[in-house]
């Protein structure tokens, strides 16, 4: 899909993550998993939300810096498809667009589709599985795809890091990460771009899938 302009991008980068709550919620109602009563409201589940996100944004980072051209190539291939719509947003739409991003599909994700699972192979399947799809929905280059579903499993594993069952501390994770990530991606593509506007008949192709 390519974007023409910022708020084209916007528009539908917000339906899409929109759409995976909707989804969420929806199949939680029909198969009754309730996604939203596992968000439990405390500061503990902030803080260690606040600290995932941070620390799996610098992991994801740092191997980025590794001499390996599958890695490289995430952050090449991440900045071409949507680095120049994130440019041209502030610091609140890359904020609110990043709490969507991880309301939306953690509800989908762990709140539902985990914990859907869980119920007919226990635990692991319930992880397993559940990053895997989170793996295969981010799937923009292989090796995107494949650091996708191990920060999936990341995020399941922090819905029960507290010691009670809070799908608020991914949702907080997730958020984080996603905003640093936007950040970054949005500087590297101002130091390829500049600030150049969207030209009216570009040819570049944007997806918006994270």
Same mark, same amino acid.
């Given at each position: 899909m390519s974007f023409q302009n910022r %708020?084209? =991008?916007?528009?539908? +980068?917000?339906l899409f993550e929109f759409a995976m709550l909707v989804i969420g919620l929806f199949l939680g109602w029909v198969f009754s998993v309730g996604a939203v009563e596992q968000i439990h409201w405390n500061w503990i589940a902030v803080m260690w939300g606040s600290l995932a996100g *941070? !620390?799996? =944004?610098?992991?994801?980072?740092?191997?980025? @810096?590794?001499?390996f051209d599958p890695l490289k190539?995430?952050?090449? *291939? !991440?900045?071409? !498809?949507?680095? @120049?719509?994130?440019?041209?947003?502030?610091?609140?739409?890359l904020a609110l667009l990043a709490l969507l991003a991880g309301i939306g599909e953690e509800v989908l994700f762990r709140g =539902?589709?985990? *914990?859907?699972? %869980?119920s007919f192979g226990g635990y692991w399947v319930g992880l397993i599985i559940s990053s895997v799809v989170f793996?295969?929905?981010h799937s923009v280059t292989w090796a995107y795809t494949f650091f996708a579903a191990m920060a999936g499993a990341f995020l399941g594993w922090l819905f029960d890091a507290t010691g009670e069952r809070n799908l608020l501390v991914p949702i907080i994770g997730h +958020?984080?990460?996603d905003f640093l990530a936007f950040i970054m991606i949005a500087r590297e593509a101002k130091k390829e771009y500049g600030d150049e506007p969207f030209e009216e008949n570009s040819e570049t192709e944007n997806e918006f899938e994270w």
């Open positions: %708020e084209d =991008f916007l528009h539908a +980068a917000g *941070t !620390v799996l =944004f610098l992991v994801i980072l740092g191997l980025e @810096r590794l001499p190539s995430i952050q090449d *291939t !991440v900045v071409k !498809v949507i680095g @120049r719509p994130l440019s041209q947003c502030n610091l609140l739409e =539902f589709l985990m *914990t859907w699972l %869980e793996g295969l929905v +958020a984080l990460y």
